[in-house]
């Protein structure tokens, strides 16, 4: 599916069933991106303005895809086994 503009926002409200899209902070500036959506739906998107979260990409009679700001976790900091293993002695 190819998105060359931004449709709305869901910040308004839609009748429709949202589909996430998911974005790293950084990747809301670039204008040329592909992506895939929560339900598989492929996303190719060559918008001129940078995206915000909320933003309605693509639109189908049932679903609007929107820009979802995605944060990964921090890693672990006790992630070596050996560490998490209690000594009583």
Known sequence: ???????GTTHH??????IDVLFERHELKEHSIRRIARDGVELE????????????IAETESYVYAVKIHVPKPPKENADPEMRVKHYL
Do not use: F, N, P
Request: proline share 0%; glycine share 8%.
């Open 1 to 7: 599916m190819i998105c060359d503009h931004v449709l």
């Open 45 to 56: 998107i060559e918008v001129s303005e940078d995206l915000q979260e909320g933003d309605i």
């Open 13 to 18: 409200g839609t009748y429709k069933k949202v």
